[in-house]
């Protein structure tokens, strides 16, 4: 794997470029001397990334950029935050808690497909036929997780629901996809004991092995590579972060004391365990065309209310708020306009994101929608630029370019800028 920077990476990062992509522009010597000369540097970036992904598109006009003016506004009022901005009457825990969270209002976007959306958001590249890019968990997993030796679990979690997919950069960089009490996904170990499962593991080994020898490609290695990671799993003290339920219960009511809540508290024993990037799938129905404002008010708002306050206080609390970069979005908004069903349709032309932590600046309203939502008013930003803000909060360089399988060059956040109001 190619990149242009290569500050502080490891003699692991370096194995891991050169099973991924096959090459690097440095010679192997001067390649491992550089790591020694920047060891302390990579210990020192302990950063991490938490995404709560609302997969089905939120109504962010009803959230995060109400419109009580118009036509539009619909049934909520906006209330005052402890930053300089308004948010909805719903949400009025995080409203506490908006001196250190921000709302970038103008993310313009234009793919209001949920398939293509999902991908455009978590990649920073509308899909393409010829290239399968990794999502930006995968990309922090490699450019991370890969520095830190000491971490014995994968560096790409998806709590609730897997995430998309590694792309070129391989099935090392997958997500490890558990549910919200930490159970991993489709695992059945029941009344296999060591014996047996040493002795299934022996037989995989002899098989994997021939297929690798067998020079067809590297698909047996990837997969003998990520089954060995799983193998120890199951023995790393580390798998403790998984469990939630061992908190204080104090802990787990602060959250909201619900699935969704319960997969935040594990999102934060990962981050202290070392985990560079979590993310964490709020299941409950995002996609409203119809009864959005019941849906919100009832459920959807109050468990994400709970939620993001007591992680933002918990992170806070633990001094790891300025570490980790907290972002909240689902693929698109949804339309201005309520339609016959009091619900709003897909909507990707004006919607917001929240973000905050990692250094960045709290308390404000990135960017403006017209009085009805429909028009961007100033600068629109596109997943791109989202994503080369966490980069940054991260500390991942933005001239970073990887290779794909096929040669092409890849900037990391596909070449976008980092949002400058932001940026403390």
Not at 100 to 129: C, F, I, K, Q, W
Not at 175 to 190: K, L
Not at 325 to 348: K, S, Y
Request: hydrophobic content about 40%; charged content about 20%; some cysteine.
């Amino acid at each position: 794997m190619k990149r242009h920077t290569l500050s502080g990476m490891t003699r692991r990062h370096f194995l891991n470029h050169v099973a991924v992509g096959g090459a690097t522009t440095l010679g192997a010597t001067q390649f491992l001397a550089h790591l020694e000369a920047n060891a302390a540097e990579v210990q020192r970036n302990r950063k991490a990334c938490i995404l709560i992904w609302l997969g089905g598109g939120a109504p962010t006009i009803d959230m995060w950029d109400l419109k009580p003016n118009s036509k539009n506004g619909g049934e909520f009022k906006p209330i005052s935050t402890r930053g300089d901005l308004q948010i909805s009457e719903h949400l009025p825990k995080v409203a506490q808690q908006m001196d250190s969270l921000s709302v970038v209002r103008s993310m313009a976007t234009r793919e209001a497909d949920h398939m293509r959306g999902t991908y455009y958001m978590h990649t920073a590249y509308v899909p393409n036929p010829t290239v399968v890019h990794p999502t930006f968990g995968s990309v922090v997993s490699y450019e991370l997780g890969t520095k830190r030796p000491d971490l014995e679990i994968p560096a790409f979690v998806s709590i609730g629901g897997g995430s998309m997919s590694p792309g070129f950069l391989g099935m090392t960089h997958a997500p490890f996809v558990v549910d919200s009490r930490g159970n991993i996904r489709n695992a059945n170990m029941e009344g296999m004991d060591r014996n047996r499962l040493g002795q299934r593991l022996e037989v995989l080994s002899a098989i994997e092995d021939g297929f690798i020898r067998s020079n067809r490609g590297d698909v047996g290695q990837a997969h003998k590579e990520v089954y060995e990671k799983a193998v120890n799993l199951m023995t790393s003290s580390q798998m403790q972060a998984f469990r939630a339920e061992m908190e204080d219960p104090a802990t787990l009511d602060a959250y909201g004391g619900t699935p969704f809540g319960n997969s935040l508290v594990m999102a934060r024993r990962l981050v202290e365990t070392g985990v560079p990037f979590i993310e964490v799938r709020n299941t409950n129905g995002w996609d409203l065309h119809q009864n959005v404002f019941a849906t919100l008010r009832d459920t959807n708002l109050p468990t994400l209310d709970s939620g993001i306050a007591g992680l933002v206080q918990d992170l806070k609390d633990r001094g790891m708020f300025e570490d980790t970069v907290v972002v909240c979005m689902g693929e698109f908004g949804r339309t201005p306009r309520i339609n016959a069903n009091v619900g709003r349709d897909h909507w990707a032309t004006s919607w917001s994101v929240m973000i905050g932590g990692g250094g960045l600046q709290g308390g404000l309203a990135v960017g403006a929608t017209d009085a009805d939502g429909i028009r961007i008013e100033s600068e629109s930003y596109q997943p791109g630029d989202l994503w080369a803000t966490v980069a940054h909060a991260l500390r991942i360089p933005l001239n970073t370019v990887h290779t794909s399988k096929r040669g092409r060059p890849m900037k990391l956040a596909n070449g976008g800028n980092p949002i400058k109001p932001l940026l403390t």
